[in-house]
Nanobody
């Protein structure tokens, strides 16, 4: 049974930082893609960052480059999303996801396994 559990969200002021964590259980592979997505109210879910668990190759959507960093700790089966210089427009529910051998690592339709999400709220 595959389970992804996110944590680390919260309410912060603009300019602050957060580190989100996603612990994965029941699913290990060196051919994984793991990713972070976010969904704001009334908007579609969008991919923000992805990483290949075997090679550590990272992918970012344009607007978050330089502020978001995805990383992994394989020994802990955990991926992280470091978010710096938070902006009010970063307010959303953040989800992690996992799947194998993807063509489009930032496309939510490619992922089979999802966590329940962690809320990030940024005030101005």
């Amino acid at each position: 049974h595959v389970q992804l559990v996110e944590s680390g969200g919260g309410s912060v002021q603009a300019g602050g930082s957060l580190r989100l964590s996603c612990v994965v259980s029941g699913y290990t592979s060196n051919s994984n893609y793991m990713a972070w997505f976010r969904q704001a109210p009334g908007k579609e879910r969008e991919g923000v960052a992805a990483i290949t668990t075997g090679g550590g190759i990272t992918y970012y959507v344009g607007p978050v480059k330089g502020r978001f960093t995805i990383s992994q700790d394989s020994a802990k089966n955990t991926i992280y999303l470091q978010i710096n210089y938070l902006r009010p427009e970063d307010t959303a529910m953040y989800y992690c996801a996992a799947d194998l051998l993807l063509m489009r690592p930032l496309d939510p339709s490619e992922y089979k396994y999802w966590g329940q999400g962690t809320q990030v709220t940024v005030s101005s």
